[in-house]
């Protein structure tokens, strides 16, 4: 889950810098340069591996509940007459 929270918090770093670069009037060629690398970094390799990462835990975590929802059988008995007294 550490690494969910990691590739979450690093794309929107990304979204946020790219944001503030098209709100900012003058953005050096330099600054424009890295946000640039930063872009195809979070297109090729953060947001697929959030996918993936997300994919997998909920991948998991339905196996897991399968896997918990065997139920034991419960043995009834017959039916036994119990008396609740004269009155009713």
């Known amino acids: 889950m550490k690494t969910h929270m990691f590739y979450f918090a690093s794309f929107i770093a990304v979204s946020c810098l ?9 953005i050096s ?6 946000l640039h690398i930063l872009l195809v970094v979070q297109m ?3 947001g697929p591996r959030l996918i993936l ?8 975590l339905v196996a ?3 896997a918990a929802t065997g ?3 419960i043995a009834f008995q017959e039916r036994v007459h119990i008396s ?3 009155g009713v």
């Open 18 to 26: 790219t944001l503030i670069s098209n709100l900012s009037p003058t």
């Open 29 to 34: 060629a330099g600054q424009y340069g890295i």
């Open 44 to 46: 090729v390799v953060l």
């Open 53 to 60: 990462g997300v994919r997998e835990y909920y991948a998991k």
């Open 64 to 66: 897991d509940s399968d």
């Open 71 to 73: 139920m034991t059988s």
């Open 84 to 86: 609740t007294g004269n």
